[in-house]
């Protein structure tokens, strides 16, 4: 694949008044909280398999501007989108790589940023210390392609913090 930094897209203020996205998330998302790390909610389209279809609501409104916001820079729209909500400092994303069966061919993972400042640390699976590291700020979007998760792992790290992130992960499932 080419060169990673030019693979992924970020742009720092993507979408105005993160502020209200979180308080309207936080206002109305049931979180599951069957994970320690952090909660989490899933809207849309299901991946293929899952074997949680019924935990799967409707975009709220919001979730269809920021799709459609997404299309043009995408080049897709994305029909499924899942929360993470960060409580405090203490919540994290361990190393991982993506599953990337269920996404539509050429599509990945776009991520929007609400509330609290984040690192998104990534790192080359063969030789970890090569890493990169983007500053999540709310309004922000970051993508990565789904082939870099091949080669690549990402993490979101604890910090010293008391306030609340919710990220938007956007994904284009595939439907059959
Ligand atoms: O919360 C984030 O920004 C990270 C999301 C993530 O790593 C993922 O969806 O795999």
């Given at each position: 694949m080419k060169d990673i930094k030019s693979a992924i897209i970020f742009e720092r203020d993507?979408?105005?008044?993160?502020?209200?996205?979180?308080d309207f998330l936080m206002a109305k998302v049931?979180?599951?909280?069957?994970?320690?790390?952090?909660?989490?909610a899933r809207f849309g389209q299901p991946n293929i398999d899952s074997e949680h279809r019924d935990a799967y609501e409707e975009f709220f409104p919001i979730m269809d501007d920021l799709s459609?916001?997404?299309?043009?820079?995408l080049g897709y729209k994305p029909n499924n989108c899942f929360l993470n909500y960060y409580e405090n400092g203490n919540s994290k994303m361990g190393w991982h790589g993506d599953s990337t069966y269920f996404l539509e061919p050429e599509t990945g993972i776009a991520i929007l940023s609400t509330g609290d400042t984040?690192?998104?640390?990534i790192r080359r699976k063969?030789?970890?210390?090569?890493?990169?590291?983007?500053?999540?700020?709310?309004?922000?979007?970051?993508?990565m392609p789904a082939t870099i998760?091949?080669?690549w792992q990402h993490a979101i790290p604890k910090v010293v913090s008391e306030r609340g992130r919710i990220s938007l992960t956007f994904r284009k499932m595939r439907v059959g």
């Open positions: 993507f979408f105005e008044a993160p502020e209200r996205v979180f049931t979180w599951e909280e069957n994970i320690r790390a952090r909660k989490t459609e916001r997404l299309e043009p820079v984040r690192i998104f640390q063969a030789v970890p210390t090569e890493s990169l590291n983007y500053v999540l700020t709310p309004g922000s979007l970051f993508f998760q091949e080669e």
